[in-house]
Structures are given as C-alpha cells and as structure tokens.
C-alpha cells in the first residue's frame, strides 16, 4: 500500500513523472531512404523491450538520398502511425542526438554476416565517443531479411513494384514521389 501525505493530486501528477522518467527508450537511426519493411520489423521487435523509439532520420546528403529529410521524416511516420514512435531528423553525430534526447541506447538491425560487421565498428565508434552509449542489435525476420533501402530504390527508378517491400501506409507516397503507375 502507497501511503502519501499532502495533496493527493501533486501525488499522483509526482507518480506519473516518475514513471515517465523510468520509461525506456531508445533510438534507431539510419537514413530511411525510404523505410522498409525491414525497418519496421526491427522497430516492432524493438518495441517489445522498450516504451518507446525514436526513429532517428540522418540528413545524410554525402549518401546522395533519393528522398529529402523532410520527405523520409513524413514516410516514417505515416509507416508508424499507432506504434509508441517518434521520427525526427538529425545532421550531428548520433552520440551527440542521443544525448540530446537523454538516450544511452542505440539499435541496429543486422541482416547478414556483412552487416555484423560494420555495426560492430560502428557501435565500437559510438561507446569511444561516449561511453555511456549501448548498441543493440536485433535480426529482422527472414521474410525481411534481404529488404533493404537499397533494394527499393533500385526497383523504384526501373519503375518496379515494391508493394511487398515497403509499409502500405506510405506506398501511395511512393508511387506520386516517383511516379509509379504500376502495383
């Protein structure tokens, strides 16, 4: 039994800050060029461990994108819509955009050997520059498992059908951005 004494309304409103300051969170970047499938299915796995990410959108022009930041944050979010998900960008390092959001836990989705091996680096870049920093990674399922930004953007300047590889909620987007008749 909880036992308070004063107001019970600044008890209450002093136990949700509590709780909310408790809630886990965490952070998965990339460029999001455009999400895909295998994003969402890291997001939703990584739903199961923590209350809440953030899906963190990296301007990234020296990767040439295809869609602008603003672009990608809007197809993240309509690709999240009713997951506990914020999407917002960022052009600092990502050490730097963690501790702004109060963050020490980064994930990583690893498709294949090849992958394990630069988000290895990468997650050892990110601890040497703060060392309160974890990485975590998760393995999208094998359905996703050869989803890639890469893949859709290649499908999408032939002009291919990418309804099995990205969100439903953002194909429609895709098909005006790109001018899509087919799918």
């Known amino acids: 039994m909880v036992r308070y004494f004063g107001n ?9 800050l509590e709780l909310l300051e408790k809630r886990k969170r965490a952070i998965y970047s990339g460029t999001f060029d455009p999400i895909t499938n295998g994003h969402i299915d890291i997001i939703k796995r990584a739903l199961q461990v923590f209350d809440e990410v953030i899906v963190a959108v990296a301007n990234s022009n020296a990767k040439n994108p295809m869609f602008d930041t603003e672009t990608r944050v809007m197809l993240v ?3 999240t819509q009713g997951l506990n998900v914020k999407a917002k960008s960022f052009s600092t390092l990502l050490v730097d955009f963690a501790k702004g959001e109060d963050i020490n836990i980064i994930i990583r989705g690893l498709r294949a050997v090849s992958d394990f091996e630069y988000e290895l680096q990468m997650g050892y870049a990110n601890s040497s520059l703060d060392k309160n920093i974890d990485t975590m990674y998760f393995m999208p399922t094998l359905q996703n498992a050869f989803v890639s930004s890469s893949v859709v953007r290649e499908v999408l300047k032939f002009n291919g059908c990418v309804s099995h590889l990205v969100p439903n909620e953002i194909l429609d987007d895709l098909k005006k951005l790109q001018s899509i008749e087919q799918c």
């Open 77 to 79: 979010e309509k690709a």
């Open 8 to 16: 019970r309304a600044q008890f209450i409103q002093k136990m949700e």
